[in-house]
């Protein structure tokens, strides 16, 4: 069962912008907060953006002024605009509960960013 479906990512320059997009089940999205994680190679994942269902956000200081998360809850889904991008953004993009779900984990997005 398909629960999160990450998009957007991709091969980008030093300072270019990317979206990302999650499309999340209405079990999972209506009534939690929803959280962006990533995980370059060799590295743990981490938490990058947290958003509630109020609309509060947190940042992880790393991205804190370049990265913004936003949700849609008519489409139910989560955005992440990422602006001037550097080359340790370089990682696959989940999205997520926070605290997350490991039954939650989706396929990821990849978002490259060379120097």
């Known amino acids: 069962q398909v629960r999160v479906v990450e998009s957007g990512g991709g091969l980008v320059q030093a300072g270019d912008s990317l979206r990302l997009s999650c499309a999340a089940s209405?079990?999972?999205?209506?009534?939690?907060?929803m959280a962006w994680y990533r995980q370059a190679p060799g590295k743990e994942r981490d938490l990058v953006a947290t958003?509630?269902?109020?609309?509060?956000?947190n940042y992880a200081d790393s991205v804190k002024g370049r990265f913004t998360i936003s949700r849609d809850t008519a489409k139910r889904t989560v955005y992440l605009q990422m602006n001037n991008l550097k080359p340790e953004d370089t990682a696959v993009y989940y999205c997520?509960?926070?605290?997350?779900?490991?039954?939650?984990w989706g396929q990821g997005t990849q978002v490259t960013v060379s120097s």
């Open positions: 997520n509960l926070q605290p997350a779900v490991a039954d939650y």
């Open positions: 209405m079990m999972i999205f209506r009534f939690n907060v």
């Open positions: 958003i509630t269902t109020g609309g509060t956000t």
